[in-house]
């Protein structure tokens, strides 16, 4: 079984969940990639930052499924923002994957003190007109980011990843992406290293569908058109988690689990945080 997926704005599509790859390294990550795509997982998301992109690549190299039927994600670092900079780190990254093309390259925080965003994007633009790059988003950018990139360009990122789960439901840059045609991607879809998944509405909704909590929280993310990107160095969570279209939660259940809002799990604000 393969996930259903979302048409992008620029032709392209992308699978309705996809798999987180970081911390997922050497040979135990390759063999975990694997397992994934062979459970039908096709979207692979990695960056210049989380130091596997070879892993990935070999994953890929090993997999029976076709390349084309894959969506590989990979990030441009902040310390590579610039024309040129932004050319060079894609093709070190390029190298890495060890592919022809890459299906989804992203600005991976705008940082915007820095305030080279629009350049790196300027010379993702040129990689896509290339053909070296299928579709082109953001991470982490703000509506009034967003704005500046169309403004100034006159190209939509088709995605922008960003943090995004029940105690964080970013309704307000929801509506916006709907607004404008992007696809909203959904990093920490579990709110990694908190309580969410105790949460008694959380239970309550999962008892009722027989399923666990992980997969009525993801659900939620799909109601949402948001894409989830779900990490797990275990089998088995990995299987449960792609499982998460036999069943939709009604009207109710998401207002309810979205309910829990309260806020970012840390203090990454891309209006004042930086990675590099």
Request: glycine share 6%.
């Amino acid at each position: 079984m393969t996930a259903p997926a979302y048409p992008l704005r620029d032709g392209n599509s992308i699978p309705a969940i996809g798999l987180g790859t970081y911390g997922l390294n050497e040979q135990t990550g390759i063999e975990a990639i694997v397992s994934a795509i062979a459970d039908g997982y096709r979207l692979l998301d990695t960056a210049y930052n989380y130091g596997n992109e070879d892993v990935v690549g070999e994953a890929v190299r090993r997999t029976d499924v076709d390349r084309s039927d894959l969506v590989i994600t990979t990030k441009l670092p902040g310390r590579h923002h610039g024309f040129d900079e932004t050319l060079a780190s894609f093709e070190e990254s390029r190298s890495r994957l060890d592919l022809d093309w890459v299906d989804l390259y992203l600005i991976h925080w705008p940082n915007p003190r820095i305030d080279k965003y629009v350049d790196a994007w300027r010379a993702m633009i040129r990689l896509r007109e290339k053909g070296l790059v299928r579709s082109i988003g953001v991470s982490n950018f703000t509506a009034a980011m967003l704005d500046r990139l169309e403004r100034e360009t006159s190209v939509v990122p088709v995605v922008n990843q960003v943090e995004l789960h029940p105690y964080f439901p970013q309704d307000e840059l929801r509506a916006y992406h709907e607004e404008h045609d992007i696809r909203t991607e959904s990093w920490s879809p579990l709110a990694k290293r908190s309580e969410l998944l105790e949460e008694g509405v959380i239970r309550e909704i999962a008892a009722a569908h027989s399923v666990s909590p992980a997969q009525v929280v993801l659900r939620w993310h799909v109601e949402l058109g948001a894409v989830p990107i779900p990490k797990s160095s275990d089998a088995a969570r990995r299987r449960e988690n792609f499982d998460v279209f036999s069943f939709s939660l009604d009207r109710a259940e998401v207002a309810a689990i979205s309910g829990l809002a309260r806020g970012r799990l840390g203090d990454a604000d891309p209006d004042t945080y930086e990675e590099f």
